[in-house]
């Protein structure tokens, strides 16, 4: 039996580094799959200290930045971008279980954290 000939290499993917706006795009709908969907309900409220539960708060909260952390970090090449993403996200969740800002600030800075990855990123 004759084998079939080899297919034919697949051409490379595009870089995102080269196409900041596809980059940013793929940014933002990782963050709201990483905060509307993948996030649990238990989440979203144990990850505030006070709120009670099983697991310590503190570790909800690094969790929920890691899936950030490693969405950003997959994306965009940069595991040292992932890291900055994990740390401000999870500080920026702590200001609003704090009480000191709410969800629409809240959301518009996670937004800009993505913008600033993709500044940075050309850099890196």
Not at 16 to 22: M, N, R
Not at 96 to 120: E, F, S
Request: glycine share 8%.
């Amino acid at each position: 039996m004759i084998a079939p000939p080899p297919l034919p290499p697949l051409p490379p993917l595009p870089s995102v580094a080269s196409d900041p706006l596809g980059l940013l795009l793929l940014l933002v709908f990782a963050h709201f799959i990483g905060d509307f969907v993948l996030q649990s309900d238990r989440m979203a409220r144990e990850k505030c200290p006070c709120r009670g539960g099983a697991v310590p708060w503190g570790w909800w909260l690094a969790a929920h930045g890691s899936t950030h952390g490693m969405a950003v970090a997959l994306l965009t090449g940069a595991p040292l971008l992932g890291l900055a993403e994990a740390l401000l996200h999870a500080l920026i969740d702590r200001l609003k279980c704090a009480g000191r800002i709410g969800l629409p600030l809240d959301q518009l800075l996670h937004l800009a954290c993505k913008a600033l990855w993709v500044a940075l990123l050309p850099r890196l």
